[in-house]
């Protein structure tokens, strides 16, 4: 047991850090869909530009090809420096990109790697549908094969950048006959095909970053089928599973950074009682006492989960424990801060806007990505092999 | 490097404490009225348990505060009493203040020691007995009393019917061994030990709710099928994983003496803490009307785990220092 950076490390994250601080963007990323897009292409190119662009992807795929130790010192000054968010990127570099990468033929390879890394190419992904949420493998978006063409009619949901996005990971029943993992297909879809038509939602912050899409006798060329026609499920699986990986740890980092400006917003707030500041109150005090003991706990998590990625290729079941506790936790941290922030917690504006904006927004950090209900089920299943439901 | 698993030496040194612990001193064992956990010290001092983590110079093993958290686990795990810990610390506190026979006297467990936490105006002594020495400590030293400073004393019931309590009342000046203005932080290194029995009781609740959820069969199948059982199961195992990372992770930063060690420690005693309470609650009601019985373990785990959590301040005091300790501002070592 051990928790020592070397001096090549140190040095590693010197360089990182001059590069982040004297370059991430200090403008704040636009809230219009399609103006975002445009900067996080700008961020993406200029990343790309200084040979920053995919730290986790192999060299032999124009990555950095990082080991995880220095994806983990890249990831944590990334939040350090403030550095946005990959934005409408996020998809491409961390699901798309490595899935083409693993199952991807030579042609497809070629033509969307390089477009993803210069940022030229913005992904969205097409797996959920109305009626297939949790239950994924339950969805019914058909993949007609038509001559060289799948011909693609349905519905699917939930698709972040849908409406600004140049390709989507899509996921489609081919054959209907089939065991419900069994006939899918995992296709590349350019978002211009006429047929597609996303259109954004509107969410309980008042912005829309995702869409729904809908598909009219799309017709998508078989070649842009990744893995088998009916090995979609598998594919699919390989996407989910780079999930876990190093691309969430600037949120870990950025909570913890949260955490310890809330408790600064609390000694000049003032508190409940309208005399001394917030955390001059017991509650609020031993809340935020609370809150900073639990962040200390994710972060020393994501260690211990890089402790086992330096040991073994392949990320385990425990990968759910730490996106469970940092759904939950960001939860609880923002109705810390909008409990802090008293009166003023019912502004949209001033030094309650990004505060009220995170708390809403939080909500889905409990539902994206697999809800904390069916994480549990995973943790109860697979870390501790307690038997499965009926449902 | 990164690494807070343990290595292969210690996997072995962990597998030998949890072996022997496991076979000198069931669970079951606290059933029996007579149970004397005392009796097994003079075992572990063979072992070298007492003086694991004093240096060789000072009859120890020389191992680091990571070794001491693998065997405080095992210790919590099979619900070894807060004597065990202060004779771990009272060895520490006497090497510390160059006392040198008290601390070898313990190490070999000629001695024992009894916990002294501090009540209203008086001492909670656990584990009394007619030789062993108190041991106490505050933020600012560590202090071991002799046996007769123990003398004024009231044997009294505990919430936790298998440990020994008494309230005495210590005389002001009447010390054996005493640490100097810079030894080391003994809040923080019992802390950090605290913390290591709590994963311990959390792990042990864990496991035995898990176990029981497999074999209980109601509406003709396992209740670890339904969700309300296994969800449960889960926030207990995540509570395991966060309390031990950060258990593990507060040993390296005050091994290391990095400036955020009482951020650290005192958050992994918070978050363990709570992972002991909640998980051995939950493993009650996961037994369901057996849990409730004083012939099930599991109420042996949730007393265990109120009783330690309250010493020294319990949470209030935990939270107020961390508080006011400085944040971690950067990664680097």
């Known amino acids: 047991m051990e928790f020592r950076f070397s001096k090549e490390d140190d040095r590693f994250r010197d360089e990182v850090r001059t590069w982040l601080r004297a370059n991430a963007p200090r403008e704040k990323r636009p809230h219009d869909e399609k103006q975002a897009r445009l900067f996080d292409q700008a961020w993406q190119r200029q990343q790309f530009d200084a040979g920053w662009a995919g730290i986790a992807w192999p060299a032999e795929f124009g990555g950095r090809g990082l080991d995880l130790m220095r994806q983990l010192i890249w990831q944590e000054e990334y939040a350090h420096a403030s550095a946005p968010a990959p934005g409408s990127m996020f998809v491409g570099l961390n699901h798309a990109g490595p899935t083409l990468m693993a199952r991807g033929t030579r042609e497809q390879q070629a033509f969307h790697l390089p477009r993803i890394l210069s940022g030229e190419a913005a992904w969205c992904q097409g797996f959920s549908e109305p009626s297939s949420g949790s239950d994924l493998a339950s969805l019914r978006t058909r993949g007609v094969v038509d001559g060289d063409h799948l011909v693609v009619t349905g519905q699917k949901i939930w698709t972040s950048y849908g409406d600004v996005a140049d390709y989507q990971e899509l996921l489609v029943r081919t054959d209907p006959g089939a065991p419900r993992h069994k006939g899918l297909a995992w296709v590349i879809c350019d978002m211009r095909t006429p047929g597609v038509e996303p259109r954004p939602i509107r969410t309980m912050t ?51 950074r949260t955490v310890e400006e809330l408790i600064a917003l609390a000694g000049e707030i003032t508190g409940p009682n309208g005399k001394r500041a917030a955390i001059e109150d017991d509650e609020v005090a031993s809340r935020l006492a609370g809150l900073r003991a639990e962040v200390a706990a994710m972060r020393a998590m994501t260690y211990a989960a890089v402790s ?51 708390h809403l927004d939080g909500f889905k950090h409990t539902i994206a990505g697999g809800t904390t209900e069916i994480r549990r089920n995973i943790i109860g299943e697979r870390v501790l092999s307690l038997p499965r439901g009926s449902a | 490097m990164i690494d807070l698993l343990p290595n ?17 001193a069931p669970v079951s064992r606290l059933r029996k009225p007579d149970n004397d956990d005392r009796t097994l010290f003079s075992d572990f001092a063979k072992l070298g348990w007492f003086g694991l983590g004093l240096s060789e110079a000072q009859g120890g093993v020389g191992y680091s505060a990571a070794e001491e958290v693998l065997m405080m686990r095992e210790a919590g795990r099979q619900l070894l009493g807060p004597d065990f810990l202060a004779t771990v610390l009272g060895a520490r506190i006497a090497a510390s203040a160059g006392a040198s026979d008290l601390a070898a006297e313990l190490v070999s467990g000629a001695r024992a020691a009894c916990l002294l936490a501090p009540a209203d105006g008086f001492h909670h ?209």
């Open chain 2, 8 to 24: 292969a030496e210690q996997e072995a040194v962990r597998d030998s404490f949890a072996a022997a612990l496991a076979a000198a």
């Open chain 2, 125 to 333: 002594a656990f584990g009394i007995a007619s030789d062993a020495v108190g041991v106490t400590w505050d933020a600012n030293a560590g202090a071991v009393f002799g046996v007769d400073a123990l003398a004024q004393r009231e044997d009294i019931a505990c919430l936790d019917d298998s440990l020994k309590l008494s309230r005495v009342t210590l005389p002001a000046a009447q010390t054996l061994a005493r640490s100097g203005a810079n030894a080391e932080r003994f809040d923080l290194r019992a802390d950090l030990l605290f913390s290591a029995m709590f994963v311990g009781i959390a792990e042990a609740a864990r496991d035995m709710a898990v176990a029981y959820a497999k074999t209980r069969q109601q509406f003709g199948q396992p209740i670890g099928a339904f969700q309300a059982i296994k969800h449960t199961c889960a926030d207990m195992a995540v509570q395991c994983e966060a309390a031990w990372s950060l258990t593990v992770f507060a040993a390296l930063a005050l091994e290391d003496k990095r400036p955020d060690a009482t951020f650290q420690v005192s958050s992994a005693w918070l978050i363990a803490a709570r992972a002991a309470k909640n998980n051995s609650r939950r493993n009650i009601q996961v037994h369901g009307g057996m849990g409730y019985t004083a012939e099930c373990d599991a109420q042996a785990y949730a007393k265990r785990a109120q009783v330690m959590t309250a010493l020294f301040g319990g949470e209030r005091a935990r939270k107020a220092r961390l508080l006011a300790a400085p944040p971690p501002t950067d990664e680097r070592t």
């Open chain 1, 206 to 256: 008042g912005s829309s970053h995702f869409s729904e899409v809908f598909y009219n006798e799309a017709r998508i060329p078989l070649a842009n089928v990744v893995g088998g026609l009916t090995d979609g499920w598998s594919v699919a699986m390989a996407t989910l599973s780079f999930e876990r990986g190093t691309a969430m740890i600037p949120h870990q980092v950025e909570l913890q």
């Open chain 1, 308 to 358: 086992r990625g330096l040991r073994s290729a392949t990320p385990g079941p425990e990968g759910a424990m730490i996106s469970l506790y940092f759904g939950e936790l960001f939860q609880r941290v923002h109705d810390a801060a909008l409990d802090v922030l008293g009166g003023e917690g019912v502004e949209r504006v001033g030094r309650a806007e990004d505060w009220v904006f995170r």
